[in-house]
């Protein structure tokens, strides 16, 4: 059982670069997520889509573009890097119900920017 | 605003001895609450959420959880640690209006058990 995969695992970006991160669930999860995690924050929402062909924002979505490409694979794209975008990347799908569901991570993508 | 607090830091535990990790929520309603735990390198994993019902529930691992809803708290606890235990614990609410959507995470608690 895969579960959650996210590519790639590690990247360091220069400021101004551009990357998109993949991510793709085997679960047939409607609802897939992106967070950040940072030091002593916790996680914060940056975008979701709660069913194929729908995404919104979450807490935290400036400079951030997402594509849910079908009801398996949800990206997260920086258009132009800036290192207070230096953090961990986790995208994550959610099991059941809206309400009651738990969720599934992947194992994160540790993003430097420089 | 709606918040998660997991007022400590760092909770540390001998070997065999109980545990307690502490959490309040301020969210209206209702909420459904959950605890995650990440090991060094790794997503987060879920271990246990309260829906309804008792307010001790029961997960993963020998954890277990006690809602209390007039202090607006969820703590988690475990009779008997284990070095094994050691890990970044989140505890996390989901509002019952937008529910899984707008999941609010706490800033975790790191657990050190020694052996």
């Known amino acids: 059982n895969a579960g959650v995969t996210q590519t790639p695992k590690f990247q360091v970006l220069k400021t101004g670069q551009s990357m998109t991160l993949q991510c793709a669930q085997d679960?047939?999860?409607?609802?897939m997520y992106w967070y950040r995690q940072d030091p002593g924050m916790g996680l914060r929402l940056i975008y979701y889509?709660?069913?194929?062909?729908?995404?919104d924002k979450g807490e935290v979505p400036n400079g951030y573009n997402v594509s849910r490409l079908n009801k398996r694979e949800f990206s997260l794209r920086l258009e132009s890097a800036a290192p207070s975008q230096t953090s961990v990347y986790f995208c994550?799908?959610?099991?059941?119900?809206?309400?009651?569901?738990?969720?599934?991570f992947g194992e994160g993508s540790r993003l430097t920017v420089l | 605003a709606q918040s998660v607090a997991q007022p400590e830091d760092q909770v540390n535990v001998a070997e065999g001895n109980p545990l307690t990790v502490k959490c309040t929520y301020s969210?209206?309603?209702?909420?459904?609450l959950f605890w995650y735990v990440q090991y060094p390198n790794r997503g987060l994993q879920f271990l246990l959420k309260?829906?309804?019902?008792?307010?001790l529930v029961k997960g993963s691992y020998g954890f277990e959880a006690e809602f209390n809803k007039s202090q607006t708290s969820f703590h988690l606890k475990k009779p008997s640690a284990l070095v094994s235990d050691s890990a970044l614990y989140f505890c996390?609410?989901?509002?019952?209006?937008?529910?899984?959507?707008?999941?609010?995470f706490g800033a975790g608690t790191r657990l050190f058990v020694k052996a």
């Open positions: 994550a799908s959610l099991e059941g119900g809206a309400n009651t569901g738990e969720l599934f």
């Open positions: 679960m047939n999860h409607n609802s």
């Open positions: 889509s709660a069913s194929e062909g729908t995404t």
């Open positions: 969210v209206s309603g209702n909420p459904y």
């Open positions: 309260y829906i309804t019902g008792d307010n």
């Open positions: 996390a609410v989901s509002p019952r209006d937008t529910g899984g959507f707008k999941t609010i």
